[in-house]
């Protein structure tokens, strides 16, 4: 596919589309899957490059991973893993952040893990601090070098007390496939407590696991010497069902969402209503459209679960761009996501982003000259524009700003969306959206 997609916009998206698995959720499962002795079969699994990129990455491990893109069925069998090549893990430096979850799995199987440079979206400094340091405190050494880090476990693994500075989701997943099979027990406190995690704790339970969560962000998990396979079925990916939503509300339009769900949206679900759109839960997903009038604005703060995910952010601010009054967007899990609203102030929005925690309470990013607040003046109509997608989360939204536009955009770098969004092309055209993908015309309204 080109990166470049024109986009001719100002036409409601309308239609059905559906969302499978969830991208920070079934990359998770793969990776456990290295723990079990026996193969494990994981459901519902979505045609996108976080996927291929861990696939490879087992692959390099000597897993043996078989996919049915089409019956989102991937089997892996791990009975042969082996060490990588340093070469070949490097190939994958700065695609993904997922290979620091190997080193758990790894050092249980093969007594070392190598980890190049991280990839990711760059919405922040992202860095694995929380990560090593949960690795040394299970007893791992941990051995900086210029081509990335090398992690041996000479004494193996032991249980240990953990507690987070902030529930990092990526520290929480790091402790769980680190823990499961370490010798004793390990208390983590200060959680996260994502859907995403409760369901890869599920698929460890699956495998043999022993792990118990408290109301109060504790996870006690009890160390076990071998662990099996898994068959499982991924949870829905609330955040691509919160990101249609989010276009149907700012194109105006109608979208049901197959797949989407209410219990993992619940928070979403509250404030789309508070902006003004409408909803109906069905058994089998949940329809979102504008009920037609104005869009209210709203104070918003996104938070780790069960707040406002961060992921549903950005989507949301392009229809706040269309609510009236002033929106307050005050983003405390990353210090840098509103990077992507230079591009819709560029196309007519009124944003202002600010260092100050507006709108809620002080967060760890106030006092640090970090942009991270942010007012939203409307409603304003967008015009087109030439635009360069900077991230995934950012880019799906200047793609929805495109949609919502009069006028012709050309939008470049596209391919990103890939990395979380399952055939969005596809999509895009059973919505009835007029874009073009390099020389292909894919819809005329
Ligand atoms: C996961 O990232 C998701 N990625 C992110 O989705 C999501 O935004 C994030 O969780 C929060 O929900 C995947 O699951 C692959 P964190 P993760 O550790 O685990 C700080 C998307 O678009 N931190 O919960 O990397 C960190 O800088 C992506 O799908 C440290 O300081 O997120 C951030 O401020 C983007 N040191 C905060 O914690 C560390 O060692 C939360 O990050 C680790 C994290």
Redesign the pocket.
Known sequence: MSGLLTVEGGAPLQGEITVRGA??FV?KAMVASLLGEEPSELRNVPEIRDVEVVSDLLRLHGVTVERDPEAGVIALDPSNVESAHVADIDAYAGSS??PILFCGPLLHRLGEAFIPDLG??R?????????LDILRKFGAVVDKRVQGIHITAPRGLTGTKIHLP?P????TEQTLLTAVRASGLTELSNA?I?P?ITDLIAVLQKMGAIISVDTDRTIRIEGVDRLTGFRHTALSDR?EAGSWASAALATRGDIFVRGASQQDMMTFLNTFRKVGGAFDVRDDGIRFWHPGGDLSSIVLETDVHPGF???WQQPLVVALTQATGLSIVHET???NRFGFTDALRGMGATIQIYRECLGGLECRFGQRNFYHSAVVSGPTPLKAAEIEVPD??GGFSHLIAALTAEGTSRVRGIDIINR?YENFMDKLEALGARVTAGERKVAAA
Request: glycine share 12%; hydrophobic share 30%; with cysteine.
């Open positions: 991208k920070n990359s952040r997922i990711g979206c919405i922040g400094d992202r860095p694995i601090d929380y990560h902030y990092s989701v990526g520290a996260a994502e995403e955040i995910m961060t992921d899990v990353y210090e995934l989360r979380g």
